[in-house]
């Protein structure tokens, strides 16, 4: 069992930068994949990075155009999202997801909320 818990979400104003943080928790040490998906209103959950165990980016979401990073640190079991230049449509509830020998996993998922 994995258990995945996010922090970091708020609220910000546009062009301002925000990093989220995932701490993952219980059996990790078989943990492969892991991921940040984001979901708003009317929309479907789309991912927004991916990172292999090995540290390697794999995917990123056509919509993050080079302001986002994704970074793992397999001694502190976390995963994080640094998310610069964000504006009003990177609104959402944004979901840490991980993978282990075949079964998903998600967070709770954390409100990302930008003004204008």
């Known amino acids: 069992q994995v258990q995945l818990a996010e922090s970091g979400g708020g609220l910000v104003q546009a062009g301002e930068s925000l990093k989220l943080s995932c701490l993952a928790s219980?059996?990790?040490?078989?943990?492969?994949?892991m991921a940040w998906y984001r979901q708003t209103p009317g929309k479907e959950r789309e991912l927004v990075a991916r990172?292999?165990?090995?540290?390697?980016?794999?995917e990123f979401g056509d919509f993050v155009k080079g302001r986002f990073t994704i970074r793992r640190d397999n001694t502190k079991n976390t995963v994080d999202l640094q998310m610069n230049n964000l504006t009003p449509e990177d609104t959402a509830v944004y979901s840490c997801?991980?993978?282990?020998?075949?079964?998903?996993?998600w967070g709770q998922g954390t409100q990302i909320t930008v003004s204008t």
């Open positions: 997801y991980a993978q282990d020998q075949g079964v998903d996993y």
């Open positions: 219980g059996k990790t040490w078989t943990i492969g994949v």
């Open positions: 990172i292999t165990r090995g540290g390697v980016p794999r």
